[in-house]
């Protein structure tokens, strides 16, 4: 198992708590996979970290260095790491990478989370779930 990447917009609140519990529940096991976030429009956001994902970060006992320092623009580059792709929805996120990366279109799998306004006590345990799902299936 290669590299997950999961990619929202802003890659500030979805993907980044995607990505630390994944890594945390990795490096709870005798999986190799690691996982990384990007977003597709980094530039909208202003910050290192969502305060509402590091707040369910922490309740989880999750520390925040499972998820990289600060948010990170997705390139073409990030296609080649990655074996798995993940997009948090498909609504948002299907229409920006078919313009920005069309050619990696087919490789996302697409999630139904949508970003705020739903309540953070809707989407991040949602966003947990499919994360213990695909580890599950690994």
Not at 5 to 13: A, K
Not at 31 to 44: I, N, V
């Amino acid at each position: 198992m290669g590299d997950v990447l999961f990619i929202c917009t802003g890659n500030f609140y979805r993907s980044r708590f995607a990505e630390a519990v994944f890594n945390h529940h990795v490096e709870r096991s005798a999986l190799s996979a690691r996982a990384f976030s990007r977003g597709l429009m980094t530039h909208l956001v202003d910050g290192e970290i969502s305060p509402l994902a590091a707040s369910a970060l922490a309740k989880r006992g999750i520390p925040l260095h499972r998820t990289s320092l600060r948010p990170t623009q997705l390139t073409a580059g990030d296609f080649l790491r990655a074996h798995t792709v993940i997009a948090l929805h498909e609504e948002e996120h299907r229409p920006m990478i078919a313009a920005r990366h069309p050619t990696q279109l087919a490789r996302v799998t697409f999630w139904n989370v949508s970003d705020l306004p739903l309540s953070p006590e809707i989407a991040l345990p949602r966003i947990e779930e499919n994360v213990l799902a695909l580890l599950a299936s690994l």
